[in-house]
Structure formats: structure tokens, C-alpha cells
């Protein structure tokens, strides 16, 4: 499979305006359809990846892509319906979880490709986030309507890397 833009985490696709974008390999480490109530009504989710893999482990070469896209579960705890079919629950131990998905999404981007991490601070704070990664951002941005979604930029080879993430995360 070779595309130049990977979505490490693609879930149910949501940010993707085309969402059978032929330029890009959508990722995910489920596969189904659920049926959940949101709020009275039933709802239907759907993860349909074009390769099932976690996004820890990526099954690609290093430097396969000029483009990356980590999205992961934001969500510490999340009940069993609705918001746990759509965006999934961070473990327990979600620092490393987290910093070894941006490592892999690193390690496949070719030199200067870039990574775009977004990050809603719906239990965890950025600040936490970017304690717990262990390349620092270019750039980034705030969104949604409370401002609590970050959209962060970082590039391979560019992106300086900490070299202690455990002082970092002391900070």
C-alpha cells in the first residue's frame, strides 16, 4: 500500500473532509460498526481502517511518508456507549501509550515530513501531553468551542527530541 499521508489512528474518519481520501492510509486498531445511544438517540459508528494495526507497532517501512496524522483516544474513562465507540479510552498507563504512538508516526515520516497530533484536553491537559512526548512542536493551535482542542506540528528531522523524557515530565 504506498500513499503519501498516513492517519495512524483513523477511528470513525471524523476530521477528514473526504473520507475516502485516496492519498492517505487510514489506520486503526478496531474494526465494526457499533449501534449506541447518545443522549436518547440511537447512533451509529462506524471503524472501517484500510489496515487494522496499533498505532504503537505502524507495519510500515521508516520513512514511507511525507505526512502523519495522530489522533488517539483523548478519553481516560468513557461509560460503554456512545463516546467509547467514537473516540475509544486512553489506558491506564496513557503517557506511554501516547509516547510511543508519536514515536512510531515519527519513525515512518521521511525526513522534514511532518506530524500532526490533535489533542483534546477532555481528562488530560496539554501540558501533560507534551510532557509525556518526546519531540517538542514547531507550532499548534487551539480549537473547538471551548478552545480545549490542540492541533500541534511537528516534522521529522526539524522537531528537536528530548533526550530525558522522565525530567521532562517533571517539569
Given at each position: 500500500?504506498?500513499?503519501?499521508?498516513?492517519?495512524a489512528c483513523c477511528g470513525?474518519?471524523?476530521?477528514w473532509f473526504d473520507?475516502?481520501?485516496p492519498?492517505?492510509?487510514y489506520c486503526d486498531?478496531?474494526?465494526g460498526?457499533?449501534?449506541?445511544m447518545d443522549?436518547?438517540v440511537e447512533?451509529e459508528?462506524?471503524?472501517?481502517p484500510?489496515?487494522?494495526?496499533d498505532?504503537?507497532?505502524?507495519?510500515?517501512?521508516?520513512?514511507?511518508f511525507?505526512l502523519?496524522v495522530?489522533?488517539?483516544?483523548?478519553?481516560?474513562?468513557a461509560g460503554?456507549?456512545y463516546?467509547r465507540?467514537?473516540?475509544?479510552?486512553l489506558?491506564?498507563r496513557?503517557?506511554?501509550?501516547?509516547?510511543?504512538?508519536?514515536r512510531?508516526?515519527?519513525r515512518v515520516l521521511?525526513?522534514?515530513?511532518?506530524?500532526?497530533?490533535?489533542?483534546?484536553?477532555?481528562?488530560?491537559?496539554?501540558?501533560?501531553?507534551l510532557a509525556a512526548?518526546?519531540?517538542e512542536?514547531?507550532f499548534?493551535?487551539r480549537?473547538?468551542r471551548?478552545?480545549t482542542?490542540?492541533w500541534?506540528?511537528?516534522?521529522?528531522?526539524v522537531?528537536?527530541r528530548?533526550e530525558h523524557?522522565q525530567?521532562?515530565?517533571?517539569?
Amino acid at each position: 500500500m504506498t500513499a503519501p499521508v498516513l492517519d495512524a489512528c483513523c477511528g470513525s474518519r471524523m476530521m477528514w473532509f473526504d473520507k475516502r481520501n485516496p492519498h492517505a492510509v487510514y489506520c486503526d486498531a478496531r474494526e465494526g460498526t457499533w449501534r449506541v445511544m447518545d443522549r436518547g438517540v440511537e447512533r451509529e459508528v462506524s471503524v472501517a481502517p484500510d489496515v487494522v494495526c496499533d498505532f504503537k507497532t505502524l507495519p510500515f517501512e521508516d520513512g514511507a511518508f511525507a505526512l502523519a496524522v495522530f489522533d488517539p483516544p483523548h478519553l481516560l474513562r468513557a461509560g460503554s456507549g456512545y463516546l467509547r465507540a467514537k473516540y475509544g479510552v486512553l489506558p491506564e498507563r496513557w503517557e506511554d501509550e501516547v509516547r510511543r504512538g508519536v514515536r512510531e508516526c515519527m519513525r515512518v515520516l521521511r525526513h522534514e515530513g511532518v506530524l500532526v497530533v490533535k489533542w483534546s484536553e477532555c481528562h488530560v491537559t496539554l501540558p501533560q501531553l507534551l510532557a509525556a512526548i518526546e519531540w517538542e512542536p514547531l507550532f499548534g493551535t487551539r480549537s473547538g468551542r471551548k478552545g480545549t482542542t490542540h492541533w500541534l506540528c511537528l516534522m521529522a528531522g526539524v522537531s528537536r527530541r528530548r533526550e530525558h523524557v522522565q525530567e521532562a515530565m517533571a517539569l
